[in-house]
């Protein structure tokens, strides 16, 4: 029995071993296999790389082309470009000031008229009716004037005969007393008789008597003098009254031909001829806009309220109008900046006045305004293509000596007719890149294919 159990656990052992020897033996070749496999791979993989790696660098290498100009320095202007409104210089509403009939019309809607121009005719036989009755009038009360001045003449003389015919009696008056007491005293003496003294007192009554009507003959002829010169007097107001009343109606009569109070353009036309109309009517016939000169309106930032002031002050500001479009400018002055900052906006009114001889500013058009207030000096500038927006803001590409570019950070402040103004990051005469920055990085080589020198 004990013999036999280690014979037993022989046989069985003995196959195990034999089974786990064949597959150890089997996988090795295969393992081998992969490993290799991935030895050769990586390998190729290496070669690949680095065979390119010459190429890639070779291309990094190449000079790329790109267009240049030199940052240049010198004075430009303060400007303030905003959107401005034109606006008629002033605008008349031409208005019947007599009623009757439109007769005929002058002109054409659309034309332009000067001052003095007729453009209308409104029918003038009432109004004419009327100077004629009032000038009749006139001539009546003259014609009663010069009679009243007659007899204020005529007063005159009749004053004048009668103060000579008085001072002739009184001096006859005065004879007539003294000889009276002569008398009186001779016939005390005896010389003469008393009929000859009474004789000599009746002259003397006589020439008192004469004496009194004399004085009042003048008396009555200067007060007929003052009649007749009141008479005159209220005639000559009632000619003036009536003169004036027929120059009222003469006023009238010439209100039936309307004339232009100014230069301008017409609008469109109202009341047509035959229509009937009225004085000072709600609907006017016509309106006319002067256009030349003509006002150019806009608004700035209150920002620039104190330049403005201060610039203005001393000379007119400089103005530009650019009709959108056409590219036309007219050039003006400030003539007018608003007494208060309007509070819902920020900003201040202004008015430009321009001469538009050419008349292509045409009210309620929009135009570009720039506002010159000063030159500034020493300013650097480079064109506004040379300028980038990035994360930290706005750059530039320098071109080095050594032909490689430099991102540089730049404070750009405004532009000015297609240049940038640059505050900050550059020095004059410095190169930047003005074409073909988005194939740039930093340190790269480059080759400029034009070169702008001239910033003019």
């Not at 000079?63 to 008349?92: C, M, R, Y």
């Not at 009243?148 to 004879?175: C, G, T």
């Amino acid at each position: 029995m004990l013999s036999n159990k280690p014979q037993s656990l022989n046989e069985e052992t003995e196959p195990d071993h034999g089974v786990s020897g064949v597959n150890a033996s089997s996988k090795r070749p295969l393992l081998l296999l992969i490993i290799a496999i991935g030895i050769m791979s990586l390998g190729a993989f290496l070669y690949n790389h680095f065979k390119s790696v010459p190429e890639v660098k070779k291309a990094t290498t190449k000079a790329l082309p790109v267009t240049i100009a030199l940052v240049d320095q010198k004075s430009v202007p303060v400007e303030i470009n905003v959107i401005g409104t034109v606006q008629p210089f002033q605008t008349v509403a031409v208005k019947s000031q007599v009623v009757g009939q439109l007769m005929k019309v002058h002109f054409k809607q659309g034309d332009f008229v000067k001052k003095g121009d007729l453009l209308f005719t409104i029918d003038a036989r009432s109004a004419t009716a009327q100077v004629q009755q009032a000038k009749a009038v006139e001539a009546r009360d003259q014609a009663q004037v010069r009679q009243a001045q007659a007899n204020v003449f005529k007063d005159a003389a009749l004053i004048k005969q009668a103060e000579a015919a008085l001072a002739k009696d009184r001096s006859s008056l005065a004879l007539a007393r003294k000889e009276e007491k002569r008398y009186a005293t001779l016939v005390e003496q005896g010389v003469v008789s008393h009929e000859q003294f009474d004789q000599q007192k009746t002259t003397e009554e006589t020439m008192e008597s004469t004496v009194a009507a004399d004085e009042a003959l003048l008396g009555s002829a200067k007060a007929s003098m003052q009649a007749d010169q009141a008479l005159t007097s209220s005639l000559e107001s009632q000619r003036k009254a009536d003169e004036a009343a027929a120059s009222n109606f003469q006023v009238y009569l010439s209100y039936t031909n309307i004339r232009s109070p100014i230069d301008g353009r017409t609008g469109s036309l109202n009341i047509h001829e035959g229509n009937l109309i009225k004085d000072n009517d709600v609907t006017s016939l016509i309106s006319i806009d002067q256009i030349s000169p003509i006002y150019v309106n806009f608004a700035v930032p209150e920002q620039y309220l104190g330049e403005l002031t201060k610039y203005n002050a001393a000379a007119a500001s400089k103005v530009t109008a650019t009709i959108e479009g056409s590219g036309h400018c007219e050039n003006g002055v400030v003539s007018f900046i608003d007494n208060a900052v309007d509070s819902s906006t920020g900003t201040i009114n202004l008015k430009a006045t321009f001469e538009n001889k050419d008349k292509q500013l045409w009210p309620g058009q929009f135009v570009n305004v720039m506002v010159v207030l000063k030159d500034e000096p020493n300013t650097l500038l480079v064109p506004s293509q040379a300028v980038q927006s990035g994360q930290e803001g706005q750059f530039v590409f320098v071109v080095k000596s050594d032909s490689k570019v430099e991102q540089r950070t730049v404070k750009m402040t405004r532009s000015v007719d297609g240049f940038a103004v640059i505050k900050q990051g550059l020095h004059k005469g410095e190169t930047v890149v003005t074409d073909g920055q988005m194939q740039l990085t930093p340190g790269c080589l480059v080759e400029p294919k034009k070169s702008i020198v001239d910033n003019d």
